[in-house]
Each structure stands twice: as structure tokens, then as C-alpha cells.
């Protein structure tokens, strides 16, 4: 059974990057019908779609987070990464993962983990 | 790209059904049949429980159901339980080869 686990440092202080990880049990990153998403919920509010990757490398992101974020991928580790870059206490959220179906899906999620931006 | 349109809550009693809708653009739900719902129980991850505007993941019951009309996608709930009470969720793909969720309804039962 697909497993995703989201794991990286709680908090972060503000104008540094946040990197979290992502690992995949249960299912491989190299399925070509699958993109890798990375979706954060602020506080009490909905669901922001930050971005996806596939395992060939080709990446696509949401155009409000596009100039600060990174998503990468380690298929030997069958693994994969978010970096944030310049945060601000506006990134604190609880960060999930997620296997995408298509690229049009978010289909199976992780429990997610929350990020707290604070000096 | 502005989120999807949902109503913030809706109410039901149990038994009844309700509907949640989800309006976007012609670059979005209008152009696409990629529209997945998910249902989110506090504390918890978002659950999928409609895909491509009318598919259920294997599990998922089939009180749950959708449509789409135009670029206003539709959640149909039939016969509610005390457990459906949650927070629900659409999202589409778009022209930008990109995703957008909906600004959630909360399901009071």
C-alpha cells in the first residue's frame, strides 16, 4: 500500500529557506503515470497547490510561488523535495505531499507536517 | 490564478442530501473534466472521494457523487451521516498545466 511521509525541521526562521522531504513507500517515483505534489493548508484556511514534478525532472509550478520554490527528486531514494526560499511567517502552514494522478489528481496524501515561520 | 469558487458552509440533516458547488473559468473547470473532491475531518489530510468530476476511488461510497455543468462542477451527498460532517474541497487542472482547489465548504450535519 502507497505510504507518503513528509518530514524536515518545524520551524523556521524568517528570509531562510524552508526543505522538507518527502518519502514514498509502497509504490515507485518512477511510474510515468504519476507527478509528485506539494500542497500546504495556512491556518485555518484552504488547500494552496505549490507544485508538482515527475520523475523525468520536468516541474511546474503555482505562478504566486514560482520565483521561491524548488521541487526536486531523488529516484534512488524514491524520494522527493520542496525548498522555499525566502520565507515569511505568510509560509506558515501544515505541508503535504502528495502522488498525483496524471498531473491532474493529487490522489494519495501523506498526514502532512506543520511548518511554523518564527525568529 | 484566483481559487475556486465555493459556498463557505452548507447544512443537512441526517438522511437528507445536499450539493456543493465549485465555479471556475473556461480555464479551468469549464475546459477540463479534471475535477476531484476531497473531504478533510479536522486534524486530518485531505481524502479523495471524486475524480475526474464523477469517478469514486475504490472504497469511497456511492452516496457521494458529482457533475459538472459549464464551469460549475457539483458534490451531491445523498442520505447523510454524522460522519460526513467535514470540510470539502474541489480542485481542477488548467490551462497553466497547474492545479487550483477551492476555497472549502464546511458540511454541517
Known amino acids: 500500500q502507497l505510504q507518503l511521509q513528509e518530514s524536515g525541521p518545524g520551524l523556521v526562521k524568517p528570509s531562510q529557506s524552508l526543505s522538507l522531504t518527502c518519502s514514498v513507500s509502497?509504490?515507485?517515483?518512477?511510474?510515468?503515470?504519476?507527478?509528485w505534489s506539494w500542497i500546504r493548508q495556512h491556518p485555518g484556511k484552504g488547500l494552496e497547490w505549490i507544485g508538482y514534478?515527475?520523475?523525468?525532472?520536468?516541474?511546474y509550478y503555482n505562478p504566486s510561488l514560482k520565483s521561491r520554490v524548488m521541487i526536486s527528486v531523488d529516484t534512488s531514494k524514491n524520494q522527493f523535495f520542496l525548498k522555499l526560499t525566502s520565507v515569511t511567517a505568510a509560509d506558515t502552514a501544515v505541508y503535504y505531499c502528495?502522488?498525483?494522478?496524471?498531473?491532474?489528481?493529487?490522489?494519495?496524501w501523506g498526514q502532512g507536517t506543520r511548518v511554523t515561520v518564527s525568529s | 490564478q484566483s481559487a475556486l469558487t465555493q459556498p463557505a458552509s452548507v447544512s443537512g440533516s441526517p438522511g437528507q442530501s445536499i450539493t456543493i458547488t465549485c465555479t471556475g473559468t473556461?480555464?479551468?473547470?469549464?475546459?477540463?473534466?479534471?475535477v476531484s473532491w476531497y473531504q478533510q475531518h479536522p486534524g486530518k489530510a485531505p481524502k479523495l472521494i471524486i475524480f475526474?468530476?464523477?469517478n469514486r476511488p475504490s472504497g469511497i461510497s456511492s452516496r457521494f457523487s458529482g457533475s459538472k455543468s459549464g464551469s460549475t462542477a457539483s458534490l451531491s451527498i445523498s442520505g447523510l451521516q454524522a460522519e460526513d460532517e467535514a470540510d470539502y474541497y474541489c480542485?481542477?487542472?488548467?490551462?497553466?498545466?497547474?492545479?487550483?482547489f477551492g476555497g472549502g465548504t464546511k458540511l454541517t450535519v
Open positions: 502528495a502522488r498525483d494522478l496524471g498531473g491532474y489528481t493529487p490522489f494519495n
Open positions: 514534478i515527475h520523475h523525468s525532472g520536468s516541474t
Open positions: 475526474e468530476v464523477n
Open positions: 473556461n480555464n479551468d473547470v469549464g475546459r477540463y473534466n479534471y
Open positions: 480542485s481542477s487542472y488548467t490551462t497553466r498545466s497547474t492545479e487550483i
Open positions: 509502497g509504490g515507485s517515483i518512477n511510474n510515468n503515470t504519476y507527478y
